[in-house]
Nanobody, 126 residues
Framework: QAQLHESGGGLVQAGGSLSLSCAAS????????MGWFRQTPGKAREFVAA????????MYADSVKGRFTVSRDNAKNTVSLQMSNLKPEDTAVYLC???????????????????WGQGTQVTVSS
């Protein structure tokens, strides 16, 4: 059964950095785009970043642009999210998501993703 597993969350002070990782296993498609989303209680799931299969294309939410960097290692079936200059408003559960895709596809729309991880908590204190 295909699975995604996030790791790397934790508690950090404002201005600090964290690196999240998402490991994929038992995937049924060889090529896929990956996305990162975040969610806080009572709010809709929010797009954070996405990356194409090749890694050449990326997308970022305006709120994280310049502070977060998404990358991937296809040989290891992992995708990472490097977060710097963290702010209290970045506090959320961060989820990675998978979409079977080739070429330059990646998306900010959660409905384009077929598989989701359980999430990892990121808490930024002021």
């Amino acid at each position: 059964q295909a699975q995604l597993h996030e790791s790397g969350g934790g508690l950090v002070q404002a201005g600090g950095s964290l690196s999240l990782s998402c490991a994929a296993s038992q995937l049924t498609f060889e090529h896929y785009a990956m996305g990162w989303f975040r969610q806080t209680p009572g709010k809709a799931r929010e797009f954070v970043a996405a990356i194409t299969w090749s890694g050449e294309g990326t997308m970022y939410a305006d709120s994280v642009k310049g502070r977060f960097t998404v990358s991937r290692d296809n040989a290891k079936n992992t995708v990472s999210l490097q977060m710097s200059n963290l702010k209290p408003e970045d506090t959320a559960v961060y989820l990675c998501a998978w979409a079977p895709a080739d070429g330059l596809f990646c998306s900010y729309d959660s409905q384009d993703y077929d598989l989701w991880g359980q999430g990892t908590q990121v808490t930024v204190s002021s």
